[in-house]
């Protein structure tokens, strides 16, 4: 077999023409270092534990080689039976890594569903008596319909925990505890994550056999290819700071995060005023308006997506130029993962961090993490001397983070627990380079 660096197609990872084709038709020549390494691994059939960022490649990379798998073996799953399970923390992330299974199975013969909260049992119910080659689901939901026997998992051949120390952070380890007791012994497991915490290492351990791990970036690292700037502004000047840069600049696909859900509905209704269209998505919204939110800043027909850290690892669409931090978040990993939303595919993006008295020492907490100093932007005329001056203090600290509050907070506003609801997403649109790996 080469060496992962000589191999330059999806075709030399040994993957199934059918599958080929589909990921041709999509334009794609070139597997990502995710891709490149972690498919041939999986088809071995040896588990995988994968520490990759936001952006990489990572839904592919476990998609294509389980396809492969199941289509491979001829086994057709019975009534409420289960052949793939994928689980993921939020309705977004569950739809768009469903429909990757839907481009890449294409020509093969798979039935699949998404499961998630924010929508009716019935025809949830309805897929899973028939029986599903792959599940695509949410850990609430999927574990109560499991526990009235309407998915029956005992036959799982392959199971994927993505994004898992987001799972952490919004509380749904009990859940997937008990989804995972559920589970055969004997299957080939996948555990993706952006950051390995000790609890998610933990998990890990107990979860996989005889893994490979694959690191393609390090952990809590960002994207190299994003051009990263703080601006010291006055907390009561942000909002004119925002329009004129969007106007300024004729940004006209940009994502904003804001801390609270009331703050992204003000913002994006202050936005619509100025002329700049604007919809806020976060987990107070119902799965209909949120997926609405996305199809129209997908389609163009809104300029500015202003969501909550809900989000922040989930909106996956093309031609993101920039995300703007209106607050900086107060959890540091929280940044890596806003900013990723831009620079996809091998582009480039700009990531704008605005910055007032009251936030120094997340910004301080945010460097620590990516290891790196932001540069400043003083160009704007609503420079903050005294904010900017702070920077450096040595008596200005990172604020402690109340890790339970904010799993109880995201987990409740995403309906969260049993037929809980949650909202992030991965198209693998942007999964791949089109005529070079992925940096």
């Known amino acids: 077999m080469k060496e992962y660096d000589d191999m330059t197609s999806f075709t030399e990872l040994g993957l199934m023409e059918p599958l080929c084709q589909a990921v041709a038709a999509e334009g794609y020549t070139t597997p990502t270092p995710i891709q490149e390494q972690a498919i041939p691994v999986l088809l071995a059939g040896q588990d995988v534990l994968g520490v990759a960022q936001t952006g990489t490649g990572k839904t592919a990379a476990f998609s294509l080689p389980i396809l492969h798998r199941l289509a491979a073996n001829k086994k057709r799953p019975g009534p409420r039976k289960v052949r793939c399970l994928v689980l993921t923390p939020t309705r977004e992330l569950a739809v768009q890594v469903g429909a990757s299974f ?3 199975g294409v020509h093969l013969r798979m039935k ?22 792959v599940v695509v689901a949410t850990p609430g939901r999927l574990l109560d319909l499991a526990t009235r026997g309407y998915a029956q998992l005992d036959e799982v051949e392959c199971f994927v925990l993505d994004e898992a120390d987001r799972m952490f952070d919004m509380g749904f380890i009990n859940d997937i505890k008990k989804i995972i007791a559920m589970l055969p012994k004997e299957r080939l497991n996948l555990l993706f994550s952006a950051t390995m915490p ?15 791990r694959i690191e393609v970036t390090p952990a809590s690292s960002t994207v190299e290819r994003i051009q990263q700037k703080v601006l010291f502004v006055n907390k009561d000047k942000k909002r004119d700071l925002l329009v004129s840069l969007v106007e300024a600049q004729k940004i006209n696909r940009v994502i904003i995060f804001t801390r609270t859900k009331h703050g ?52 996956d669409v093309d031609g993101v130029t920039h995300v703007i931090n209106y607050e900086l978040p107060n959890e540091p990993e929280s940044y890596v993962h806003r900013i990723g939303r831009t620079a996809r595919a091998g582009a480039e993006g700009i990531a704008l961090s605005f910055c007032d008295l009251e936030e120094i020492a997340y910004l301080r907490a945010i460097e620590k993490v990516i290891r790196q100093q932001v540069p400043v932007d003083e160009s704007h005329g609503f420079h ?25 907070q995201t987990r409740g506003g995403n309906g ?15 999964r791949f380079s089109r005529t070079k790996r992925a940096a």
């Open 198 to 212: 000790p609890a998610v290492a933990a998990l890990a351990a107990s979860t996989l056999r005889n893994h490979k």
């Open 264 to 315: 992204a509905n003000r913002l994006a209704e202050q936005l619509s005023k100025t002329g700049i269209t604007a919809e806020a998505i976060h987990g107070n919204k119902s799965q209909g308006a949120r997926q609405r939110a996305l199809s129209d800043f997908q389609a163009g027909k809104v300029r500015a997506l202003v969501a909550t850290d809900l989000a922040a690892r989930g909106i």
């Open 384 to 408: 903050c001397a005294q904010t900017a001056g702070l920077r450096d203090s040595p008596n200005m600290k990172a604020p402690p983070m109340n890790r339970g509050q904010n799993r109880g």
């Open 102 to 104: 839907g481009t890449y």
């Open 112 to 133: 699949r569903t998404v499961i998630t909260g924010g929508v009716g049992f019935s025809p949830q119910m309805a897929a899973l008596q028939a029986g599903c080659d």
């Open 416 to 430: 969260g627990g049993n037929g809980g609801g949650q909202g992030r997403g991965a198209s693998d649109r942007n």
